[in-house]
């Protein structure tokens, strides 16, 4: 971040830090800002034409090795915790060298975009992601990005062959190398934690060909975690336990991941604990203390779609291909498709209440064309209606069925 929160100097949310006491200088907040070296006219300017783009964060970090993030990556990925995200595995060495991303790059530039809402933005029964009730941050940074790009050109005489932008999809530690910047620090949520912004925030990196001065960073004193102090609160509260160690997430029963990422069967087991979260989740950031200093977003560089926050269940399970393509033009959630969507409205329909009002539209989808949405239909009908009533009004679909996978949900008791 670019300046210390004047207004908050020397606050810690309750529940962190050892012994509470804020005059610890240990594990003070303070500890965690970053602090600019001085004498760097260029280095402040370039910070003060980035942040004039609509970017909330901007950091500067020297290319150097990270043996930590990058054992702790490895070790993530030798024990399955990324699912069936081979995608990361296939980037490991980018992420481990960046000079695989580009050539001898010797910095980096990290740049936060702040997506923290007003308090009463999620409005509606369901639980949509805070950051899918925009359209696609991909596409809205990436014009920002573009022009970052030409501010770099003009501050430090280089050429667009000499840095690499990425947001969010290349093989970048992108939080790690915020950490390093001195934007915020790791949680035992895995989450970028920032004073200013709490656990809100979207991460874009340029690699570039040239010496930028680093931002001095202040580590904690002992060790990572240090700032979440005995606080536990995201493991705590997390539904299916996916936080299996402090800063560590198993994937595999990861909300955010069954409902976004997954593309096939949300394993059974998951099923009644997502609760009425139809695309994503944000409760182990939601409950951090953090946030409690967290900025409201100023949407500079975000284009906020709140009408999908009033999306009822009905409207939902009864969408057409037309109707989603119209919808959910331009946002996040185009990414798992019709009936990526179906599925889990399925399966939120089978956890709530409001679920028993759309056995109809439930009934229908247990005739959909894909086995995917068929299979979660006919679970949620069974865990609504009860087994023998679901029995009866699944008859016909029964009778239809020849998909072994969705013929296994009839038969589970």
Known sequence: MSAVNKSGAGRQPAGLGDSGDSRDSNVRADSCVAKS?????????????????????????????????????????????????????????????PGLVLSGAKSIVLLGVNYNPDAGAQGGALRWARYARHADYHDTIKPALARAGRALEEQLGITA????????????????????????????????????????????????????PSDEFAAPATGRFRLCGRCARCMEACPTSALVGAG??????????????????????????????????????????????????????????????????????????????????????????????LRNACVVAGNVVGGRECLEEL??????????????????????????????LLREARAAETDADVLREYEYV
């Open 363 to 392: 009934i229908a989808l247990a005739g959909h064309a894909a086995p995917l949405v068929r299979m979660h239909a006919v679970w949620a009908v069974f865990r609504i209606a009860g087994r023998e009533r679901a029995a009866e």
């Open 248 to 341: 560590a997430v198993d994937s595999r029963l990861c909300i955010a991941y069954q409902t976004i990422e997954n593309k096939g069967i949300i394993p059974r087991e998951l099923r009644a604990k997502i609760g009425a979260r139809i695309y994503g989740c944000d409760v182990c950031a939601e409950v951090c203390p953090w946030n409690r200093f967290a900025r409201e977003s100023r949407g500079a560089l975000l284009d906020a779609r709140p009408e999908l926050a009033r999306l009822s269940l009905r409207d939902v399970l009864t969408l057409t291909p037309e109707k989603f393509a119209t919808v959910f033009h331009k946002t996040a959630v185009k990414r798992i498709k019709l009936h990526g969507l």
């Open 37 to 97: 070296r001085a004498g760097s006219p260029c280095h402040e300017d370039l910070r003060e034409r980035l942040l004039a783009l609509g970017f909330d964060v901007v950091r500067f970090a020297r290319i150097a090795p990270a043996a930590q993030p990058v054992e702790a990556l490895r070790a993530w990925l030798d024990a399955g915790r990324h699912a069936d995200m081979d995608w990361i595995e296939r980037g490991f060495e980018k992420r481990k060298n």
């Open 161 to 212: 062959d000499d840095y690499r932008c990425h947001v969010d999809t290349g093989p970048v530690l992108e939080r790690a190398w915020a950490e390093r910047a001195g934007a915020g620090f790791i949680g035992k949520n895995a989450m970028l934690i920032s004073r200013d912004y709490g656990n809100w925030l979207f991460l874009a990196a340029i690699f570039v060909r040239a010496e930028i």
